[in-house]
């Protein structure tokens, strides 16, 4: 696995949805990139960090632009996610 794929599929990995092979791979060049293990050390601490913040209620404007911008995505990403979580 090379650090471009690593980076990709970070957020699987984290999350615990990789498939076997894909996280064997992953747990190898994670092994011998010291680059992508701080990427995933610093990735893990935004998630703690991100944790410990106080919830804030969004305004509806804010829900409506958030959800432009998930579907956006979603559709500049080729919709590989069901957009009915949006």
């Known amino acids: 696995m090379t650090c471009c794929e690593l980076i990709a599929c970070l957020g699987e990995l984290i999350d615990g949805e990789m498939d076997d092979g894909l996280r064997a791979g992953a747990e190898h060049h994670l092994g011998e990139c010291p680059r992508c293990t701080l ?16 919830l804030v209620a969004l305004t509806a404007e804010q829900q409506t632009r958030l ?15 069901s957009p009915r979580a949006i």
């Open 67 to 81: 959800r432009l911008a998930l579907v956006t995505n979603w559709l500049v990403d080729g919709g590989s996610a």
């Open 39 to 54: 990427l995933r050390e610093s990735y893990h601490f935004t998630i703690r960090l991100s944790r410990r913040l106080p």
